[in-house]
């Protein structure tokens, strides 16, 4: 089965035998690597983008965003994503391993910041002027840390980066009032979740299997999901499903039976039943728009 390929970050730095941490102009990062980001790709790594001059769109997971000046996106591992340029672009580009950044920074986790402790929050944010002017600082300091080989070079830039992103989390939280008022309990509690729902989707379609494995009841952690999304558990489980089937019937050349045997559904029609109860369309419809 074809799907979509996982870049690592290793392949942007291929003469470097130890590669944890990347950053780049964004025309000359896309230039460097049009031979594999120009179509649609995962990557086993946190990324963030800025982009001071351009437009087009960016697709994450297939919600589509507009690019322009000020935009600004965040991609956790495994988000499948491609983009289509108007007009040139500029901007930034800087990504980094878990273990770069969480064994560099003491006492903070990459899930404690509200774009990255669930894929249901918005990946983007559109940044007014002086919002731009104070981010294009952070960014361009990151990226000449990064050309430069001085001593302590990794803990700068990770100290450069978590202050960028607590500057990006008081934005985003602008944006989105309930972000301070999720408690960090809950915020682990779902990120554990989301861990467990990408372990066992395939096969563990149930609400109680994935609150045994947290250790808490089902009422519970439906009341976390509840608080931190406006959704239940069993929601959150047939939309990581329901994303999985979208990703194979587009990026891989199985047929729907096939696609669904592998979700773990048996039964094509029931399972075409829930991707439509979900999409408003059925896998063959959804299929059929893509090819056009």
């Not at 800025?50 to 956790?76: A, N, Q, R, T, V």
């Not at 983007?124 to 952070?138: A, D, G, P, Y």
């Not at 202050?163 to 960090?184: F, G, H, N, P, Q």
Request: charged share 25%; glycine share 4%.
């Amino acid at each position: 089965m074809k799907i979509v390929p996982v870049l690592h970050i290793e392949q942007f730095e291929p003469d470097s035998s130890s590669v944890e941490f990347y950053s780049n102009n964004l025309a000359a990062h896309l230039e460097k690597n049009k031979g594999i980001v120009h179509k649609p790709h995962k990557h086993d790594f946190f990324l963030c983008v800025l982009f001071l001059e351009g437009s087009g769109i960016h697709e994450i997971d297939f919600s589509s965003y507009p690019i322009k000046k000020g935009s600004l996106f965040f991609l956790k591992p495994g988000q499948t994503h491609s983009w289509k340029f108007n007009s040139p672009v500029e901007g930034y580009i800087f990504f980094h391993t878990q273990p770069f950044f969480e064994l560099s920074v003491s006492d903070v986790k990459l899930h404690q910041f509200p774009f990255y402790y669930t894929y249901k929050n918005p990946p983007n944010l559109s940044l007014n002027e002086t919002q731009l002017q104070k981010i294009e600082v952070c960014f361009k300091e990151i990226n000449e840390e990064y050309e430069h080989h001085s001593v302590y070079k990794k803990q700068k830039l990770a100290s450069l980066v978590n202050l960028t992103y607590i500057d990006l989390s008081r934005m985003y939280a602008e944006l989105d009032k309930t972000v301070d008022s999720v408690s960090s309990t809950y915020i682990k509690i779902l990120s554990d979740l989301e861990k467990a729902i990408e372990t066992f989707y395939r096969t563990e379609k149930k609400a109680h299997f994935y609150a045994d494995t947290l250790h808490i009841t089902t009422k519970h952690l439906n009341r976390v999901t509840k608080t931190t999304l406006g959704k239940t558990t069993s929601d959150l489980i047939t939309e990581r499903i329901i994303l999985e089937a979208k990703r194979l019937i587009v990026h891989s050349k199985s047929s729907l039976a096939h696609v669904s045997e592998v979700l773990g559904y048996e039964d094509y029609a029931y399972f075409s039943r829930v991707f439509k109860t979900k999409t408003k369309m059925t896998p063959m419809e959804f299929k059929g728009l893509y090819k056009n």
